[in-house]
């Protein structure tokens, strides 16, 4: 199958991309890396009158400090997570995740923000940004706003992202001393989307867990915090009883999807069986 006929559009300036989309009112797209707008274009489950072509806007570029946030360009590529240094240092998580996402060729290409903007349930970038407690910052034509990602995802690729609208960054608070992270996910292979996923961001005082934020993919319609889990463990030493009991607290977090490859009761067991695996690298200095 290919693609309807379209126009193609290459803007300079985020203005520039606004005013093409205005043109085009609601048949115009972003496209940046592509890695999940071209099948869809290919598949014609998308058949918009006008690409945007937004690589070329040096404003979605660049990490950089901002006081106490870690600012990451929309346009930094899955592969750089690997490679840049201050997102080892200040954003490590998010450097767990991404050797887990698809393949080296999609990393090659795709892009944060276009992680982030898809809200793939079964994507790692939009859970990580829950785990972290990060905030989106998103510019329209009335101006810029950052929105925290526990209010951005709202349903399944539904996000608080209006008509026109970009991400210009993603803002992560700068990873401290006394933290710790953990991530992993279960697959059959790797590379595909994951049965389920998580990673978890803890701050610690001697043994005892002051804080701790914890996000899973690929169990319900929007990456999803285990605030019952969380709630068990906050204050707590990382013993087997408050393990035991943070796994339990699961059936109230999770409401994993009917699906036809692993039941929901299959899908908990394995958020359970991963959530205690990663609790036992916490415990060991993760």
Not at 46 to 57: G, N
Not at 166 to 192: M, T, W, Y
Not at 206 to 229: C, E, L
Not at 248 to 259: G, H, I
Request: contains cysteine; charged residues 25%; glycine residues 8%.
């Amino acid at each position: 199958m290919k693609a309807r006929a379209f126009s193609y559009f290459r803007a300079r300036t985020i203005e520039e991309a606004f005013d093409a989309h205005v043109r085009c009112a609601d048949e115009a797209r972003y496209i940046a890396g592509g890695q999940s707008l071209v099948p869809a274009l290919s598949l014609r489950l998308q058949a918009p009158r006008l690409l945007i072509d937004i690589t070329h806007i040096a404003e979605l570029r660049g990490v950089r400090r901002e006081g106490e946030f870690l600012r990451i360009g929309a346009l930094t590529r899955h592969c750089e997570m690997l490679s840049e240094p201050l997102i080892a240092e200040f954003a490590p998580l998010l450097r767990a995740a991404a050797p887990f996402v698809a393949h080296p060729a999609i990393r090659n290409r795709g892009t944060l923000g276009g992680s982030i903007a898809l809200a793939d349930p079964a994507a790692e970038f939009p859970a990580m940004a829950l785990a972290l407690d990060a905030e989106i910052e998103i510019a329209g034509r009335s101006g810029k706003r950052r929105v925290k990602a526990d209010d951005f995802f709202i349903d399944l690729f539904e996000t608080a992202l209006e008509p026109g609208e970009l991400i210009v960054a993603v803002h992560v608070p700068l990873f401290k001393s006394g933290q710790r992270i953990a991530f992993d996910e279960l697959a059959r292979r790797r590379g595909d989307y994951a049965q389920v996923g998580c990673g978890m961001l803890a701050t610690y005082t001697d043994k005892r867990v002051d804080d701790i934020r914890i996000a899973f993919f690929s169990v319900g319609s929007v990456p999803t915090r285990a605030k019952q889990a969380e709630s068990v463990l906050a204050g707590a030493v990382l013993d087997a009883a408050h393990v035991a009991a943070a796994q339990a607290a699961l059936a109230n977090d999770l409401m994993p999807p009917d699906s036809d490859d692993v039941p929901p009761a299959m899908r908990l067991h394995l958020a359970r069986v991963l959530l205690g695996r990663l609790l036992g690298r916490l415990g060991e200095g993760a």
